[in-house]
Nanobody
Framework: QVQLVESGGGLVQPGGSLTLSCAAS????????VAWYRQIPGRQRELVAA???????TYADFVKGRFTISRGNAKNTVDLQMTSLKPEDTALYYC????????WGRGTQVTVSA
């Protein structure tokens, strides 16, 4: 049973923008919050941003001022708005429950290159 599904990845030029979407149920969001993670080949998966009920958010230092995590208008998605993208942002991005991690999905690839 799939509970969270990420989408929206693609190829963008440095300095460009991209928005990722995570389909997440309202119950998961309310109980655990939702977070975006990324994994660069050869490195450990790392937290990018997280959002919890009440609108509380947290960001990794490397994305502060560039990325914004928010709950979609339909309240069944959590979006990651990415701006001023850098080649270093190239990675496979995943979403998951923040406090009670579910099984990992396939992720969505973000490639930043000229």
């Amino acid at each position: 049973q799939v509970q969270l599904v990420e989408s929206g990845g693609g190829l963008v030029q440095p300095g460009g923008s991209l928005t990722l979407s995570c389909a997440a149920s309202a119950s998961i969001f309310s109980l655990y919050g939702v977070a975006w993670y990324r994994q660069i080949p050869g490195r450990q998966r790392e937290l990018v941003a997280a959002i919890r009920s009440g609108g509380f958010t947290t960001y990794a230092d490397f994305v502060k001022g560039r990325f914004t995590i928010s709950r979609g208008n339909a309240k069944n998605t959590v979006d990651l708005q990415m701006t001023s993208l850098k080649p270093e942002d190239t990675a496979l991005y995943y979403c998951n429950a923040y406090r009670a991690t579910m099984s990992w999905g396939r992720g969505t690839q973000v490639t930043v290159s000229a």
